[in-house]
């Protein structure tokens, strides 16, 4: 099976299971402080981890609940089964499926579903970015003070980011902290951010996304302007044309 197939009818999928679920009675944990983990974050990763199992094997699993998997070939799918659990938690929409497929430790697919928008998000590397089966591409904007951008902070460490927040706040059009890093990198694919950062994330926070930004013809880096590395946590992704100045502000 095609892989970007497979993974856009899987966050398909998991992402009914959680709308299917946000109005009905949910168990949320605390990981630690406003860290939480619903009933909801388990099952849509059982289920993704299921159906990863009975078509590609052989696969590695890197999921943040738990579904991890050392796989036996060259194949990685990576795995947030709830993006904006807090969100989810308040029945704030916006919260997504995120998953990409990795090969040879190159990023080759990403899938990001956010199922009360309605929004699917996806694109194969050098192939097009789609919104629903349709292309998509970044905003044209190039200067950030007619920019909307975006950022994200865990909590225990929002003070980092907030000599950011101040001055992008006081130079871009607005600043937003939506809350699902996925879905607010695929929101620089679809043209809706100009730009977003944000430090201490998971591999799988930015791995779908960072395919559909590439995708989309936008720029992902890390955040002191290095090669993306999604292991080490922070990223810039922007529309291109906004990418320096954004680099050059970000301290
Ligand atoms: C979180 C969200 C949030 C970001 C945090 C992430 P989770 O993921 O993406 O927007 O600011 O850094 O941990 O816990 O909801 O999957
Ligand atoms: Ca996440
Ligand atoms: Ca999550």
């Known amino acids: ?6 993974i856009i009818s899987l966050a398909r999928e998991a992402g009914t299971l959680l709308a299917d679920r946000v109005d009905g009675p949910r168990e949320i ?27 590609f094997p052989a696969a590695a699993i890197l999921g943040e609940e738990g579904g991890v998997y050392a796989g036996s070939g060259d194949e990685r799918f990576i795995v947030d089964p709830l993006d904006g659990t807090t969100n989810y938690a308040h029945r704030y929409p916006l919260f997504c499926v995120s998953i990409a497929y990795e090969r040879a430790g190159v990023l080759e697919a990403g899938a990001i579903y956010a199922p009360l928008m309605g929004e699917l998000y996806a694109a194969r590397r050098g192939g097009e970015a789609t919104l629903n089966g349709k292309p998509i591409g970044v905003s044209s904007v190039e200067a950030v003070r007619d920019a909307l951008v975006c950022t994200g902070f865990v909590p225990a460490r929002f003070e980092r980011n907030m000599a950011n927040f101040i001055k992008l706040s006081g130079i871009a059009q607005a600043v ?19 730009a977003f950062w944000e430090w201490d994330l998971k591999p799988w926070d930015m791995a779908a996304g960072a395919v559909i930004v590439a995708a989309a013809g936008g720029t ?3 955040i002191d302007g290095s090669p993306l590395d999604i292991a080490a946590g922070s990223i810039l992704a922007t529309n291109g044309t906004t990418h320096a100045e954004m680099r050059g502000l970000l301290s």
Do not use: Q, W, Y
Request: aromatic content about 6%; proline content about 2%; charged content about 30%.
């Open 29 to 55: 944990a605390l990981k630690h402080r406003a860290d939480l983990v619903t009933d909801a974050d388990r099952a849509s990763e059982a289920l993704i981890v299921e159906r990863i199992g009975a078509n």
């Open 1 to 6: 099976m095609d892989p970007l197939d497979f």
């Open 220 to 222: 992902v880096s890390a």
């Open 176 to 194: 937003r902290r939506d809350g699902s890093a996925a879905l607010d990198i695929a929101f620089v694919a679809g043209g809706r951010f100009e």
